[in-house]
């Protein structure tokens, strides 16, 4: 049972035009970066499919990348790729759409299971604007991070809003849509996609199910798992192996791969320790520190318990460490953890309102508490803007370091080469 305390008072300017201002502040964060473009192996892989596509080769479509099966991907692609580097900064804002429509769908779910509105803004602020995974925006190869989140996001909406609309037929509408957005999502980012569906599963439980409802849990079941069939199928008919993880070698039959599935698991849990504490320390933690951060966590859900934040809690960390678990479980610990921090951070700003929620909950009859807890956070957004916008500028410089060209670097470069192949 739900413990009920009284509703906080109203936020003094619509929670609308404050979210509008959040996605505002997000586009002018973000597209500056829309002209860098970093070209590196995985860019050139995939524009090597798209002439093979472009040339009537469409068996390319389930051609692996590193070990991912992404068709949809791919067609999304394609015309950026057949059009470098005139308008491949177009796909940047695909990315920041895709990622604005995540900070929606999180605003509007913080809304119905946060108990007020300061606390959701709180939440899509911390999301919008945050750039410790910026390469998932910046680095044109790994958006598939930032285009599948909002479908996942959606799915568990879909659930929500069907338990809102009881009804015949109602759970299989619902259902229906929400087995659309997965199915997509894992399109667009293969097997991570279908590792985060199991979290989505577990908030149709946690926020969306109502008891006695057999014919809704069946339907709910049937999105969810069909999408992570196609999506091993897909991985099974590309030929998709299983590479080396941390200590282990590739194995070579299936009998030595089921051995080594413990081992394996290990270290996608190890990993998963790693990739949340870094969310805290923004450095390498250490044992004791992931160990801290953890119990962390654990006593926010307690201390949570009666309110219904918790389950939204639970269901973020469920949905972000499915894809951070199944990544390092197949490729070991050695992957750069940068991409994977994009999805993860979910937890954190979800994690971040509900505490505001809860202190703004508990002063909702004393009125200079909450002004107080309001006026911190209000002074905070310039200092969290600011640090974020830096972190972006620091990451382009290193990109740029690295051998990342401006557009109309790229375009000169083509000119260059076109007059060389010219005169030869």
């Known amino acids: 049972m739900l413990r009920r305390l009284p509703a906080a008072p109203p936020l003094f300017v619509p929670p609308t035009l404050v979210l509008i201002a959040i996605l505002a502040a997000a586009v002018a964060l973000w597209w500056p970066s829309a002209y860098e473009f970093s070209i590196g192996y995985d860019d050139r892989q995939l524009m090597g499919v798209s002439a093979d596509l472009a040339a009537g080769r469409w068996t390319r479509l389930l051609a692996l990348q590193d070990v991912h099966v992404i068709p949809l991907y791919r067609v999304l692609r394609l015309y950026f790729d057949r ?26 779910l913080s809304r119905r299971f946060l108990r007020t509105a300061a606390a959701a803004l709180t939440v899509a ?10 390469d998932a925006l910046i680095v044109k190869a790994q958006n598939t991070f930032v285009l599948s989140l909002p479908l996942l996001l959606v799915a568990v909406y879909c659930f929500c809003r069907g338990r809102d609309q009881p009804g015949p037929g109602s759970e299989l509408r619902w259902a229906g849509g929400a087995f659309l957005c997965l199915l997509i999502a894992v399109g667009v980012h293969s097997t991570l996609a279908a590792a985060a569906i199991p979290g989505v599963l577990l908030g149709y439980y946690l926020l ?21 069939v196609i999506a091993l199928a897909l991985a099974s008919y ?14 070579s039959s299936a009998p030595e791969a089921v051995r080594q599935i413990p081992a394996r698991c290990w270290i996608g849990l190890q990993a998963v320790a790693f990739n949340f504490s870094f969310l ?36 973020a960390l469920a949905i972000a460490a499915g894809p951070v678990f199944a990544a390092f479980l197949a490729r070991g610990l050695g992957v750069p953890p940068g991409r994977y921090l994009y999805q993860s951070f979910v937890l954190v700003a979800v994690a971040g ?59 000169g470069w083509k000119a260059f080469l076109e007059q060389a192949a010219g005169r030869a």
């Open 208 to 228: 969306g199910r109502k008891k006695g409802g057999a014919r809704r849990d069946v339907a709910a079941w049937g999105a969810c798992t069909v999408p992570m």
């Open 125 to 134: 602020g911390l999301f919008a604007w945050h750039a410790l995974s910026c």
């Open 353 to 411: 309102g509900s505490v505001v929620d809860a202190v703004l909950a508990a002063a909702a009859d004393r009125p200079g508490i909450r002004m107080a807890v309001i006026s911190a956070l209000l002074a905070a957004v310039p200092v969290y803007y600011v640090s974020q916008k830096k972190s972006i500028e620091l990451r382009l410089e290193v990109l740029r370091l690295n051998g990342s060209m401006t557009r109309d670097a790229w375009i």
């Open 83 to 108: 059009h470098f580097p005139e308008r491949f900064h177009w796909m940047h804002a695909a990315a920041i759409a895709a990622h604005l429509a995540s900070t929606v769908l999180l605003f509007l």
């Open 280 to 315: 805290v320390r923004r450095a390498p933690p250490s044992v004791p520190f992931q160990a801290g951060a953890a119990l962390a966590l654990a006593a926010l859900i307690v201390f949570l318990r009666r309110e219904a934040s918790w389950r939204w809690i639970v269901t």
């Open 238 to 251: 590309a030929g998709a192996s299983m590479p080396g993880a941390g200590h282990l070698s590739a194995p």
